[in-house]
């Protein structure tokens, strides 16, 4: 009971400081347009920040599988979006996962929720790829994994440079996609959808 109590209070905390940040940029809150706008704002903040309220167990639960498969499994084009860390303004992109397995699978809808818990955070892209990668390979110990993201960053294009075509690229490899040039090689070609042979 003191938790959901606690919950309330930051939820109302919450609506004051939006209404708060309204006057501090000249806005009346009581106007029409503006009087449900700190509720939806937490709403929203809630919504976009899910990823807190998750766990591994919740993305894989009990879909993995023992199987004898032992050649590279690839997801590409996840979608993904996030909020930057930095300005809390949105970045989004594409995911890219591949592993090649050890005995074990990981049900293919479990991948997108895996990108579901890390980008529905405050996050950096860089850490979020990292941390997609190393969560693979410690939950299923795979003989390796390779993570790419590919995003546009409204911090970039919005404000700041205002570069309006730059896009991000980050990867994370693990086991045989770092030590060996012929896999990594493999799964960039399939993400690109270059054939490899």
């Known amino acids: 009971m003191a938790q959901a109590h606690d919950r309330l209070s930051d939820a109302v905390s919450m609506e004051a400081l939006v209404r708060h940040q309204l006057i501090l940029l000249g806005e009346d809150p009581a106007r029409e347009g503006l009087r449900d706008t700190p509720e939806r704002v937490k709403e929203s903040l809630e919504f976009l920040t899910r990823g807190y309220r998750m766990t591994v167990d919740d993305v894989f639960g009990d879909a993995t599988f023992a199987e004898a498969y032992k050649d590279m499994v690839v997801v590409k084009d996840i979608e993904m979006y996030s909020l930057c860390e930095h300005h809390l303004l949105p970045f989004f992109g594409r995911v890219h996962i591949g ?3 050890k005995g074990r699978l990981v049900g293919l809808s479990k991948l997108p929720r895996l990108v579901e818990l890390y980008s529905r955070r405050l996050q950096v892209q860089e ?8 969560c693979l390979q410690k939950y ?4 390796g994994v390779g993570v790419v993201i590919e995003a546009d960053h409204l911090c970039m294009k919005m404000r700041g440079v205002e570069k309006q075509n730059s896009r991000v690229f980050t990867s994370c490899v693990l086991g045989i996609f770092q030590t060996d040039p012929k896999t990594r090689a493999e799964f960039m070609g399939l993400i690109k959808g270059v054939p490899t042979s």
């Open 99 to 101: 592993y090649i397995p």
């Open 127 to 134: 850490r979020m790829t990292r941390q997609i990668a190393e």
């Open 140 to 143: 299923l110990e795979p003989v």
